[in-house]
């Protein structure tokens, strides 16, 4: 009776570990549901080389943690349309840049608009306008033109990096 105790006891710690194990990553990943700014900009670009091609040839390629998979499904269905231009790029280039999108996507919810939409610009989330309310009265100036600019203040917002440490903004 004592051994199956002791087995039964055994296998508990295997599964409580287990479960420490599957649940730890996620965690990790995770982060974007608290969208503080700080580790928001602090984290490493994700790459792929289509969607840098492809989506950095008329603005900087915008990273896939700043929209919702929501919002990018909707960007990707409307490549033809795009905000008054034609972005469209071929099934296989678009199946490989809407998964890598999806994929990286944001999961917070300060990622949505204020409307039942998904958004389709990274602008108009809940979550850049709070970061941005202190520099709202800058979108007007000409060195910045628009809050779209990103790279006007984020001086290495090519490179991936949104950190505070890399911010200059034109006064
Ligand atoms: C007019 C300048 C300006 C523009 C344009 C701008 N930002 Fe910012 N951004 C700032 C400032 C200033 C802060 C810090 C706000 C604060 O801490 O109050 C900030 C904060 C951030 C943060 C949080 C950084 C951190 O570590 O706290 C991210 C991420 C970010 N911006 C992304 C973007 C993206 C993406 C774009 C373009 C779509 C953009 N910003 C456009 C000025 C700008
Ligand atoms: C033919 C040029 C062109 C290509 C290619 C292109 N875009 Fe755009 N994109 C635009 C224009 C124009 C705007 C609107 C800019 C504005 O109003 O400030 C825009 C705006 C955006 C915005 C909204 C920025 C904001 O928050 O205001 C996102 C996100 C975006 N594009 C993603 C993409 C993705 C993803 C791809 C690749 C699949 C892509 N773009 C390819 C021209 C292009």
């Given at each position: 009776m004592s051994n199956i105790y002791g087995i039964s006891r055994w296998l508990s710690v295997i599964v409580a570990l287990l479960v420490i194990i599957a649940v730890t990553p996620a965690h990790a990943d995770d982060d974007d549901d608290d969208d503080r700014g700080s580790k928001n900009g602090r984290k490493p670009l994700v790459i792929n080389a289509r969607w840098k091609d492809e989506c950095g040839s008329c603005h900087m390629a915008f990273p896939p943690r700043f929209l919702s998979a929501e919002s990018w499904r909707a960007m990707m269905g409307g490549l033809d349309k795009h905000f008054g231009s034609n972005a469209s790029v071929d099934a296989a280039d678009a199946a490989e840049i809407g998964g890598f999108l999806e994929k990286n996507a944001s999961s917070g919810n300060r990622m949505s608009s204020k409307g039942s939409e998904p958004p389709?610009?990274?602008?108009?989330?809940r979550w850049f306008q709070s970061e941005h309310r202190k520099v709202a009265d800058r979108w007007k100036d000409p060195r910045v033109k628009s809050p779209a600019n990103c790279a006007a203040c984020h001086t290495k917002a090519d490179s991936g990096s949104f950190g505070e440490r890399d911010i200059k903004v034109p006064r």
């Open positions: 389709l610009r990274i602008t108009e989330t």
